[in-house]
């Protein structure tokens, strides 16, 4: 049986412990025997090479070094990493490293919360997208920094709300992505502000394909 961690927490705006639980019940119906953990000591006090997939759910706070760097090894030496929204593209916004096994990292919702955008599916036939269509969100619209090495499998469309940077035109900004970090494999959705976005069915079906996806 496949192992998975999840560690949740951080800001509480996002529902980490509710997004958490939505989560491990996706993987435990795809067969994983799941661990929640609410303290990032455990990423410390766990041999994380044991897991075939961690999630972060940790919208920013800090980490130490004692704790980042067995997640870093781990991911290197195979095992996936998989999450959503601010739990993954805005944890430990001071950690570099971090940010550059994730792919991205979050810098504005321009509108902040419902704002009403399309998500572009950019490849229907890659296994992450298979059968989904384009479909619109009413959430934050996440504006990232992002890895040009990341490959990018939903878009969406800047600018919906006001704001400055609008006058630099319009720009597709990746919304779900796939990477590696040595042996790892790396997956990334920016949806998911609170858990009844996270419920949304394309949303799931994002996530159960993307979870499933990253694990070793």
Same mark, same amino acid.
């Given at each position: 049986?496949?192992?998975?961690? +999840? ?17 491990? *019940? +996706?993987?435990?119906?795809?067969? %994983?025997? /799941?661990? +929640?953990?609410?303290?990032? !000591? ?12 961690? @999630? ?25 990493? $998989? ?7 805005? !944890? ?7 940010? %550059?096994?994730? *792919? ?11 704002? !009403?955008?399309? /998500?572009? +599916? ?16 009413? !959430? ?5 920094? /992002?890895?040009?090495? @990341? ?9 919906? $709300? ?8 319009? @720009? ?17 959705? *920016? ?26």
């Amino acid at each position: 049986m496949k192992q998975a961690l +999840i560690f949740q927490g951080g800001w509480q705006g996002h529902e980490p412990e509710e997004v958490a639980n939505i989560l491990g *019940g +996706i993987l435990e119906k795809e067969g %994983f025997q /799941v661990k +929640i953990t609410d303290t990032l !000591s455990t990423l410390q006090e766990d041999d994380l090479t044991q897991y075939d997939l961690i @999630v972060p759910n940790w919208t920013q706070g800090t980490i130490e070094q004692e704790q980042l760097q067995p997640l870093l090894k781990a991911v290197e030496q195979g095992t996936g990493l $998989a999450g959503l929204h601010g739990g993954m593209g805005d !944890s430990f916004r001071f950690e570099v490293d971090y940010q %550059f096994m994730v *792919g991205g990292q979050w810098v504005a919702h321009p509108g902040n919360d419902g704002v !009403s955008y399309n /998500v572009h +599916i950019k490849d229907p036939d890659h296994p992450l997208t298979k059968d989904l269509e384009d479909f619109t969100v009413v !959430s934050e619209q996440y504006y990232m920094h /992002v890895d040009p090495a @990341v490959h990018v499998h939903a878009t969406t469309r800047f600018p919906v $709300a006001e704001g400055a940077y609008q006058t630099n035109g319009e @720009v597709d900004m990746p919304v779900v992505w796939t990477k590696k970090w040595g042996k790892g494999k790396v997956y990334y959705c *920016g949806l998911g502000h609170v858990a009844e976005i996270v419920r949304m069915p394309q949303v799931m079906e994002l996530m159960k394909n993307g979870l499933v996806w990253a694990s070793r």
